[in-house]
């Protein structure tokens, strides 16, 4: 891709999710237009706090936060402070920010910043797709406002890490997810959303290496963003550690980030995506017709292939040139 990608961030913050942030942020080919704040990993109001601490340590102030709705479309919101803390950024501690969010919703945001730029702004969804969802119900026409849209969600030919068969973010509240691939089969296919889902993010892993490395790049493990880093990480390293896959952590949300700056970076495959709402066992399935079976156009192009180690050294890079500045 050439010139800057405009970004619409909406985000349930969230140890990767507050990594992505951060690589977005150390990014020079990118101006994030507004962090919205969805519940998910975390409740809303911890969220909106979360982004306005992270965006206040970034120098960011100018970044519009908006806060969501409180939890999902139709059923009671679930959470998962043992993946990510109490707090969400797992043992890191920031300043409460005494910055307020926007006073207008995140689905208000979605709408009016896609009304004033039609076709400039691409959305990055890395918790539920909530906030989305609603926007999609009060102005049907935001797709072909939107010039891309990159979800974070899903599992397809993957086990789920939520359920057998369910991704987190998607199980959190499928209703809204299956009304937002429902709502972007009106765009044509080079639009369609591009879903990154558990096949490929589980495939894109941080090390504990990988950690040390930043803090030689960077100088200095003191310096503010390598302790946020590090201390968050350490109690994803933990989770996954406990939960049997060794010591490292899956960047789910920043590998989505990456795409949405350079979706070069990724192969595709295009299908017709669909959400299982009602299912005993099944419930927050993504399912993908890859054969036309059902007889409806495409509305997804799932990745399903990317290089993790360019992925990791990137991120890693980035985000010691960005400590560096900030440490300045």
């Not at 961030?9 to 237009?33: F, K, N, P, Q, S």
């Not at 993946?83 to 919703?105: F, K, M, N, Q």
């Not at 490929?200 to 790049?217: A, F, G, K, Q």
């Not at 994803?236 to 350079?262: K, M, Q, S, W």
Request: a negative charge; one cysteine or more; charged letters at 20%.
């Amino acid at each position: 891709m050439t010139g800057r990608t405009e970004l619409i961030v909406d985000v349930d913050t969230g140890i990767d999710d507050a990594i992505a942030l951060l690589y977005l942020l150390a990014r020079d080919d990118v101006d994030v237009v507004a962090v919205l704040s969805t519940a998910g990993n975390v409740p809303t109001a911890q969220v909106v706090a979360n982004n306005l601490a992270l965006l206040e340590l970034c120098g960011r102030t100018d970044i519009e936060v908006a806060a969501g709705t409180d939890g999902p479309l139709s059923t009671p919101l679930r959470t998962t402070e043992d993946t990510h803390g109490p707090h969400g950024l797992g043992y890191a501690t920031l300043p409460r920010s005494v910055r307020a969010p926007s006073d207008r919703s995140a689905a208000h945001a979605w709408i009016e910043l896609t009304r004033e730029r039609p076709g400039e702004l691409t959305g990055l969804v890395t918790g539920p797709l909530t906030n989305l969802a609603l926007a999609l119900r009060a102005d049907p026409g935001l797709p072909h406002r939107l010039r891309q849209l990159v979800i974070m969600g899903g599992a397809f030919e993957h086990p789920g890490n939520t359920t057998p068969v369910a991704e987190w973010n998607i199980s959190v509240d499928p209703e809204a997810a299956a009304e937002v691939f429902a709502a972007f089969s009106v765009v044509p296919p080079q639009r369609a959303p591009i879903v990154c889902g558990l096949d490929i993010t589980e495939r894109m892993i941080l090390r504990p290496e990988h950690l040390h490395r930043l803090s030689v790049l960077t100088g200095t493990a003191a310096n503010p963003l390598v302790r946020l880093v590090t201390d968050a990480l350490r109690f994803y390293f933990e989770f996954h550690r406990d939960h049997g896959y060794g010591v490292l952590a899956h960047l789910h949300d920043p590998f989505a980030a990456a795409v949405a700056l350079d979706p070069g970076i990724a192969r595709y495959r295009t299908a017709t995506v669909d959400v299982e709402t009602g299912g005993r066992i099944t419930r927050g399935q993504t399912v993908a017709d890859r054969a036309g079976l059902w007889g409806r156009p495409p509305n997804a192009r799932i990745v399903v292939d990317a290089d993790p180690d360019a992925f990791v050294d990137d991120l890693v890079r980035r985000l010691a040139g960005f400590a560096r500045i900030l440490g300045n």
